[in-house]
């Protein structure tokens, strides 16, 4: 069984002291691939020197994470920009818009997720987006952009099922993590009617980790329990959710 972790901090300082034995276990449980998606330029140098330590199975996002767009957003979106010029990344992200926390830069998070659309247009690179509080503004600026290019992923996918079909039917995938898992979780019932097509997996690690973990840190690893929840929740087995889900992560990166 592969897997592909599509959304993983695993440069993050939880993972400082045990980051090799964790990525065994990873790979020992079938994770083939782990994509580190960007937050700002203070978690930058950990995530590109566990890139460059793991060269063939960790890839790097580049971009500004609405919840880093302050008022020093024009000089950030500089340092992505030359950053995509000079090497070749796995994705724009993590990017969108997060209302959860705090609106002060409203205007600005619209800026960045914008500029940053385009330069995955112009680059040709998939954009994975984070949003919270957020999630009919964020469809609909990805819907502005959509010219047939821009592909990517909703990461950390929580809505329900209107949202699930306005997503994949402007070509983007459902970004699924240990949120599944939980008790109250309205999740289960929208995947019902989603295709396997349509998902990939993820655990974003450290953070959400699947039941049993909660509390915990999460890790790669754990994407098993999210693999195991999706089959239970579509009738399939844990093999076909690995090879449709692993195939989908893929094509998007490729
Ligand atoms: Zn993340």
Redesign the pocket.
């Known amino acids: 069984m592969e897997l592909i972790d599509t ?1 993983c ?1 695993l440069y993050a300082p939880e993972f400082a002291e045990d980051i090799d034995i964790m990525i065994q276990r990873a790979r020992t449980a079938g994770v083939i691939r782990f994509y580190l ?1 960007a ?1 700002d330029r203070g978690s930058e140098k950990d995530m590109l020197d566990l890139e460059k330590r793991y060269p063939d199975i960790c890839f790097a996002m580049q971009g500004l ?1 609405p919840s880093s767009v302050k008022g020093d957003v024009e000089d950030a979106l500089q340092h992505v920009e030359q950053s995509l010029t000079q090497r070749k990344f796995s994705a724009v992200g ?1 990017i969108g818009l997060d209302f959860y926390w705090d609106r002060t830069f409203e205007k600005e998070q619209y800026r960045a997720f914008h500029q940053q659309i385009k330069w995955a247009l112009q680059f040709d690179l998939p954009i994975v987006i ?1 949003s919270r509080n957020s999630i009919e503004q964020t469809i609909s600026v990805v819907r502005e952009h959509q010219n047939g290019n821009l592909r990517g992923i909703f ?2 996918f929580n809505e329900g099922e209107k949202q699930a079909n306005e997503i994949i039917a402007l070509g983007f995938y459902l970004g699924i993590g240990g949120t599944l898992t939980y008790k109250n979780s309205k999740l289960p019932a929208t995947l019902k009617n989603i295709g396997l097509e349509n998902i990939v997996l993820e655990t ?1 690690a450290p ?1 959400l980790p699947p039941v049993p973990f909660r509390g915990k840190r999460n890790e790669s690893s754990y994407i098993v329990y999210v693999a195991e929840k999706i089959a239970e929740v579509k009738g399939v087995s844990r093999e076909e959710v690995s090879r449709i889900t692993t195939a989908n992560a893929l094509k998007i990166f490729s």
């Open positions: 959304h901090h998606p937050i994470h993590e984070h990461h950390c974003d953070y």
